[in-house]
């Protein structure tokens, strides 16, 4: 199911971001249109039965003209998967796919002559779920979502990302990340 998800968004989004044109600022990486993988943690800002969680995701960046000289920005579709450690109502445990699917907007800000850039995102979309997660308060499979991220791209393919999403309770079913991703 999680690959079926990831191939429709990559499949249904590809005709948009392929019609915008390539962006000449910047690395070269930002040219239209550009993939990106990811994966490492999240840690819960409610109490779930895990301290952290593997997230892995996908991301179709799109760029759009140029800000200025050194800002470029652009519209994202980005996938992600979070498996979550619950309570399952019985006294026990049962593990949740969480699958966040944000529509964004990212900036990117190069950095002196190396072309590093920095990125800052903004993304609003849905949060679904395979079965409730009573500990995170998601008790629908399909739940309103957003979320922010802050990156460093330290060559023109790899970079780090801070992260953060929520559904409108952040002290429960908030999740903050940092993943390491390769954009191609």
Known sequence: MFALLFVLVVVA??????Q????????PIHDNPTYAIRAGV?????????NTLFSAGVEIFGPMSAMNASTSGGLTLSADYVPVKTSDGAGGTKTVSLI????????HSTVGQSGSTVDLGLGVGVYWATDTIPDMNITNTVNFA?????GYH?????FV??????????SKDGLI???LGYQY
């Open 13 to 18: 989004a590809t005709p948009v971001f392929a």
């Open 20 to 27: 915008n044109g390539a962006v000449t600022t910047g690395p």
């Open 42 to 50: 999240m840690f819960p800002q409610g109490s779930t039965q895990s």
């Open 100 to 107: 966040p699917v944000l529509l964004g907007w990212e900036g």
């Open 146 to 150: 957003y979320g922010a991220s802050i």
């Open 154 to 158: 330290f060559t023109p393919s790899w």
């Open 161 to 170: 990302q801070g992260r953060f999403l929520a559904n409108g309770n952040e």
């Open 177 to 179: 990340g940092v993943e």
